[in-house]
């Protein structure tokens, strides 16, 4: 028995999770990948990389329990492994490149592609996608750098290769590189009826008010209900700044009102946040009016990229959305805001 199939039938066996089949038809992929890098390296000084195994490109509806699995291999496989999410990943490819500009470098991404495959064999990627053009024009050279180092890359994601960055600027240019992630990776498509995702959240309140022990207390169960309780910062670069959302597991992402509209922040970052998760908990989100008016301003901006980006939102705020802002300047441009509010709320929003 492979070491995903066994780490898997040990969690139905406790009830940590329920057997699913579409889940169990992609377990001999990931034991395969785990078996070839099992495999002794080869040394020496004239040898070339050994060739990667295989990797996984694993795609299929949101909540279907793709990152589950792989969060799951990466935690028992034994080789040096890392996992991230794709646009947290790309961010940092972004930084060290611009780093490595100031130092002179002539072809940035050869160091920072070189420092990352010398630090793994896998590389697991949460939800690839493609939105931005300098992600486009860089993408396949960093893959091909790190294919031929003999990293195996595993990724998530929600679309079918042949649809990533769909309708971009010089899409053109980016074809070969779906080429190569159909070469050096196998293509499985996870179909499950099931949503766990939404059925863990399915009659329950996504909207919790006033700003009490209560409401603490409910996003709280929230978040285990979603997360198991594990979170780390997710780190996000834009326009040359870091962005960092304090808590952040398996698409969903944690943060009080005053962490993401207290701040200077803007649109581009409401962006980048909205295009890296799929569920966002804002707590203790205050009245808004005079006051605050910047913040509303934000929150405003907040929730038009969530609602745009089809975000889950799970709130605790003062007052109910239609009475968070009952005064001053924008009191008629928020109906809109507390509407779109309500409409993500609904059991079906995000799918």
Not at 4 to 16: I, P, R
Not at 269 to 284: N, P, Q, S
Request: hydrophobic fraction near 45%; charge should be negative; proline fraction near 4%.
């Amino acid at each position: 028995m492979g070491v995903l199939t066994k780490a898997y039938e040990d969690l139905v066996a406790s009830g940590e999770i329920t057997r699913d089949p579409a889940q169990e038809t992609t377990l001999s992929e990931f034991d395969r990948i785990s078996e070839e890098l099992a495999e002794p390296v080869k040394k020496g000084w004239f040898r070339k990389a050994p060739e990667a195994p295989k990797g996984l490109y694993l795609w299929g509806g949101v909540g279907r329990g793709k990152s589950m699995l792989m969060d799951l291999f990466v935690d028992v496989i034994d080789a040096p492994a890392r996992r991230v999410h794709f646009h947290a990943f790309m961010q940092e490819i972004h930084a060290g490149m611009h780093q490595a500009r100031e130092n002179g470098v002539e072809d940035a991404l050869a160091p920072v592609a070189a420092e990352v495959a010398n630090s793994v064999r896998l590389l697991a990627f949460d939800e690839m996608q493609i939105t931005d053009i300098t992600d486009a024009m860089i993408v396949g050279r960093l893959f091909e750098a790190l294919f031929a180092a003999g990293v195996t890359v595993i990724t998530t994601s929600n679309r079918v290769p042949d649809d990533l960055y769909k309708d971009g600027l010089n899409r053109q240019l980016f074809l070969p590189f779906i080429d190569h992630i159909k070469e050096r990776l196998v293509v499985h498509e996870m179909v499950s009826p099931t949503d766990y995702r939404q059925t863990k959240m399915a009659g329950s309140e996504t909207y919790f008010t006033p700003i009490n022990e209560e409401s603490r207390a409910a996003i709280r169960a929230v978040w285990q209900s979603l997360t198991g309780g594990k979170a780390k910062p997710l780190k996000l670069m834009v326009n040359k700044r870091e962005v960092e959302i304090p808590r952040f597991h398996n698409g969903v992402a944690r943060a009080k009102f005053h962490r993401l509209c207290g701040k200077m922040l803007g649109p581009a970052d409401y962006l980048a946040l909205a295009e890296a998760v799929r569920v966002l908990i804002i707590e203790e989100i205050p009245e808004l009016g005079r006051s605050n008016f910047n913040e509303a301003k934000r929150f405003v901006t907040l929730i038009d990229a969530l609602y745009e980006a089809r975000v889950k939102v799970i709130c605790s705020a003062a007052a109910r959305p239609e009475l968070l802002y009952i005064e001053g300047e924008g009191t008629f441009e928020f109906e809109r805001t507390a509407s779109r509010i309500r409409e993500m709320q609904s059991e079906n929003w995000g799918k």
